[in-house]
Protein backbone atom coordinates (compact mmCIF):
# COMPACT_ATOMS: atom_id res chain seq x y z
CA UNK A 1 0.00 0.00 0.00
CA UNK A 2 2.92 2.21 0.99
CA UNK A 3 4.80 1.95 -2.58
CA UNK A 4 1.01 2.59 -4.16
CA UNK A 5 0.74 5.98 -2.41
CA UNK A 6 4.50 6.77 -3.27
CA UNK A 7 3.91 6.02 -7.27
CA UNK A 8 0.48 8.00 -6.86
CA UNK A 9 2.47 11.14 -5.64
CA UNK A 10 4.90 10.54 -8.60
CA UNK A 11 2.81 10.43 -11.13
CA UNK A 12 0.94 13.07 -9.59
CA UNK A 13 4.35 15.53 -9.38
CA UNK A 14 5.06 14.50 -13.07
CA UNK A 15 1.00 15.63 -13.75
CA UNK A 16 1.69 19.07 -12.04
CA UNK A 17 5.38 19.42 -13.77
CA UNK A 18 3.89 18.76 -17.34
CA UNK A 19 0.82 21.06 -16.70
CA UNK A 20 3.34 23.94 -15.55
CA UNK A 21 6.10 23.02 -19.27
CA UNK A 22 2.46 23.82 -21.12
CA UNK A 23 1.51 26.61 -19.13
CA UNK A 24 4.93 28.44 -20.00
CA UNK A 25 4.87 28.44 -23.50
CA UNK A 26 1.77 30.21 -24.35
CA UNK A 27 -0.18 29.42 -27.65
CA UNK A 28 1.37 31.88 -30.49
CA UNK A 29 -1.24 31.24 -32.73
CA UNK A 30 -3.58 33.60 -30.32
CA UNK A 31 -1.04 36.81 -30.98
CA UNK A 32 -1.59 36.86 -34.77
CA UNK A 33 -2.83 40.28 -35.73
CA UNK A 34 -2.53 39.69 -39.72
CA UNK A 35 -3.19 36.18 -41.36
CA UNK A 36 -3.87 35.92 -45.29
CA UNK A 37 -4.82 32.28 -45.50
CA UNK A 38 -6.28 31.98 -48.90
CA UNK A 39 -5.08 33.41 -52.10
CA UNK A 40 -7.20 32.72 -55.31
CA UNK A 41 -6.20 33.74 -59.37
CA UNK A 42 -7.30 34.02 -62.31
CA UNK A 43 -4.98 35.17 -65.78
CA UNK A 44 -5.89 34.88 -69.22
CA UNK A 45 -4.60 37.56 -71.80
CA UNK A 46 -7.94 39.67 -71.31
CA UNK A 47 -8.25 39.89 -67.23
CA UNK A 48 -6.26 39.14 -64.26
CA UNK A 49 -7.93 38.41 -60.86
CA UNK A 50 -6.44 37.85 -57.40
CA UNK A 51 -8.97 37.25 -54.29
CA UNK A 52 -7.16 37.03 -50.77
CA UNK A 53 -8.80 36.06 -47.75
CA UNK A 54 -7.30 37.65 -44.75
CA UNK A 55 -8.45 38.52 -41.19
CA UNK A 56 -6.59 41.84 -39.56
CA UNK A 57 -6.86 43.79 -36.29
CA UNK A 58 -8.68 46.81 -36.23
CA UNK A 59 -7.38 49.42 -36.06
CA UNK A 60 -4.42 47.66 -37.99
CA UNK A 61 -1.28 48.88 -36.12
CA UNK A 62 2.61 47.58 -36.10
CA UNK A 63 2.84 48.06 -32.24
CA UNK A 64 3.58 44.84 -30.89
CA UNK A 65 0.36 44.50 -29.40
CA UNK A 66 -2.58 42.16 -31.47
CA UNK A 67 -5.65 43.62 -31.53
CA UNK A 68 -9.49 42.82 -32.28
CA UNK A 69 -9.41 41.07 -35.40
CA UNK A 70 -11.73 41.33 -38.73
CA UNK A 71 -12.16 38.73 -41.57
CA UNK A 72 -12.04 40.40 -45.34
CA UNK A 73 -11.79 39.48 -48.49
CA UNK A 74 -9.77 41.58 -50.80
CA UNK A 75 -10.37 41.36 -54.66
CA UNK A 76 -7.86 42.88 -57.48
CA UNK A 77 -8.98 42.81 -61.32
CA UNK A 78 -6.96 44.03 -63.88
CA UNK A 79 -8.52 44.10 -67.14
CA UNK A 80 -7.73 45.21 -70.75
CA UNK A 81 -8.85 47.15 -72.62
CA UNK A 82 -9.32 49.27 -69.14
CA UNK A 83 -13.35 49.62 -69.14
CA UNK A 84 -15.10 52.75 -67.49
CA UNK A 85 -16.69 50.79 -64.77
CA UNK A 86 -17.04 47.62 -63.13
CA UNK A 87 -19.26 45.79 -60.94
CA UNK A 88 -18.41 42.67 -59.43
CA UNK A 89 -20.44 39.41 -57.84
CA UNK A 90 -18.66 36.91 -55.62
CA UNK A 91 -20.96 35.03 -53.30
CA UNK A 92 -23.26 37.22 -51.95
CA UNK A 93 -21.35 40.12 -52.35
CA UNK A 94 -22.07 42.34 -54.81
CA UNK A 95 -20.95 46.00 -55.93
CA UNK A 96 -18.91 48.52 -57.83
CA UNK A 97 -15.02 48.54 -57.82
CA UNK A 98 -12.69 51.26 -57.37
CA UNK A 99 -10.15 52.55 -59.98
CA UNK A 100 -6.49 52.62 -58.63
CA UNK A 101 -4.77 54.49 -61.92
CA UNK A 102 -1.59 54.39 -60.50
CA UNK A 103 -1.27 50.41 -60.55
CA UNK A 104 -4.05 50.25 -63.43
CA UNK A 105 -6.35 47.70 -61.42
CA UNK A 106 -9.70 47.74 -59.79
CA UNK A 107 -10.01 46.95 -56.33
CA UNK A 108 -13.09 45.59 -53.75
CA UNK A 109 -13.23 44.59 -50.63
CA UNK A 110 -15.79 43.63 -47.97
CA UNK A 111 -15.85 41.77 -44.37
CA UNK A 112 -16.29 38.15 -44.71
CA UNK A 113 -14.62 34.57 -43.58
CA UNK A 114 -12.03 32.29 -45.46
CA UNK A 115 -13.90 30.52 -48.13
CA UNK A 116 -12.11 26.84 -47.82
CA UNK A 117 -12.20 26.26 -51.60
CA UNK A 118 -10.70 24.92 -54.25
CA UNK A 119 -12.36 27.41 -56.57
CA UNK A 120 -14.63 30.64 -56.67
CA UNK A 121 -17.03 31.74 -59.25
CA UNK A 122 -16.92 35.69 -59.85
CA UNK A 123 -18.73 37.40 -62.15
CA UNK A 124 -17.15 40.83 -63.23
CA UNK A 125 -19.72 42.95 -65.11
CA UNK A 126 -18.25 45.65 -67.43
CA UNK A 127 -18.86 47.16 -70.99
CA UNK A 128 -22.99 46.16 -70.69
CA UNK A 129 -21.62 42.49 -70.32
CA UNK A 130 -21.46 39.81 -67.78
CA UNK A 131 -18.33 37.49 -67.56
CA UNK A 132 -18.03 34.96 -65.40
CA UNK A 133 -14.57 33.78 -64.33
CA UNK A 134 -13.41 30.12 -62.44
CA UNK A 135 -10.75 31.74 -60.07
CA UNK A 136 -8.76 28.43 -58.29
CA UNK A 137 -6.71 28.29 -55.14
CA UNK A 138 -3.15 28.35 -55.65
CA UNK A 139 -3.12 26.05 -52.70
CA UNK A 140 -3.11 22.40 -52.92
CA UNK A 141 -2.78 19.42 -50.22
CA UNK A 142 0.63 20.33 -49.56
CA UNK A 143 0.27 23.50 -48.40
CA UNK A 144 0.76 24.69 -44.99
CA UNK A 145 -1.75 26.53 -43.31
CA UNK A 146 -1.01 29.67 -41.33
CA UNK A 147 -0.62 27.95 -38.05
CA UNK A 148 1.54 25.33 -39.45
CA UNK A 149 3.99 27.91 -40.68
CA UNK A 150 3.90 29.35 -37.43
CA UNK A 151 4.99 26.37 -35.79
CA UNK A 152 8.00 26.07 -38.03
CA UNK A 153 9.52 29.59 -37.27
CA UNK A 154 9.10 29.01 -33.29
CA UNK A 155 10.98 26.20 -33.47
CA UNK A 156 13.42 27.28 -36.07
CA UNK A 157 14.01 30.63 -33.53
CA UNK A 158 13.10 29.46 -30.44
CA UNK A 159 15.52 32.08 -28.85
CA UNK A 160 13.37 34.72 -30.05
CA UNK A 161 9.96 33.51 -28.83
CA UNK A 162 11.48 32.64 -25.66
CA UNK A 163 13.12 35.87 -25.27
CA UNK A 164 9.34 37.65 -25.99
CA UNK A 165 7.68 35.41 -23.46
CA UNK A 166 6.84 37.07 -19.85
CA UNK A 167 4.86 35.53 -17.34
CA UNK A 168 3.64 33.19 -19.80
CA UNK A 169 2.54 36.07 -21.96
CA UNK A 170 3.96 36.65 -25.31
CA UNK A 171 5.28 40.00 -25.51
CA UNK A 172 4.75 40.49 -29.32
CA UNK A 173 2.33 40.48 -32.63
CA UNK A 174 2.60 38.31 -35.14
CA UNK A 175 1.97 38.15 -38.98
CA UNK A 176 1.70 35.05 -41.02
CA UNK A 177 0.69 35.66 -45.00
CA UNK A 178 0.38 33.12 -47.29
CA UNK A 179 2.17 34.53 -50.43
CA UNK A 180 2.22 32.73 -54.38
CA UNK A 181 4.93 32.90 -57.17
CA UNK A 182 4.86 30.29 -58.78
CA UNK A 183 4.88 28.52 -55.74
CA UNK A 184 3.50 28.71 -52.61
CA UNK A 185 5.15 30.46 -49.65
CA UNK A 186 4.91 32.46 -45.95
CA UNK A 187 5.80 35.34 -44.75
CA UNK A 188 6.22 35.11 -41.25
CA UNK A 189 6.97 39.15 -38.85
CA UNK A 190 7.41 39.03 -35.44
CA UNK A 191 6.92 42.78 -34.02
CA UNK A 192 7.87 43.34 -30.57
CA UNK A 193 6.87 46.06 -28.08
CA UNK A 194 9.56 48.70 -29.23
CA UNK A 195 8.35 48.01 -33.00
CA UNK A 196 11.29 45.94 -34.39
CA UNK A 197 10.36 43.22 -36.74
CA UNK A 198 11.87 40.27 -37.04
CA UNK A 199 10.51 38.45 -40.53
CA UNK A 200 10.66 34.74 -42.11
CA UNK A 201 10.09 33.90 -45.52
CA UNK A 202 9.18 29.90 -45.58
CA UNK A 203 8.97 27.23 -48.20
CA UNK A 204 5.35 26.80 -48.08
CA UNK A 205 5.05 23.32 -48.36
CA UNK A 206 7.70 22.39 -46.21
CA UNK A 207 8.05 24.89 -43.67
CA UNK A 208 11.81 25.09 -44.40
CA UNK A 209 12.42 28.89 -43.55
CA UNK A 210 15.02 30.47 -46.78
CA UNK A 211 16.01 33.68 -45.45
CA UNK A 212 15.61 36.16 -42.30
CA UNK A 213 15.22 39.81 -41.87
CA UNK A 214 15.43 42.05 -38.91
CA UNK A 215 13.85 45.51 -39.29
CA UNK A 216 14.24 48.18 -36.95
CA UNK A 217 11.11 50.07 -35.18
Known amino acids: MKKFYIAALIFAAAGVAALAGCASKPNYNLYISEKRSEIYMYKDNAAEITVQCVSREQPYNADGICGDMCDLVEISV ?28 FTASYSAPAFGAEKLDLTLGFDKEQHTYSVLSVSDGSTLTCEQALGYVAEYDGELFKGLT ?12 LLYDEGCYYYVGVCDRDKNITAYLLDGGTGKVIATKSIRG
Open 166 to 177: KRHDFAGEIYVR
Open 78 to 105: KLSPVPDAVEITLGDYSGEMNYEAVDGR
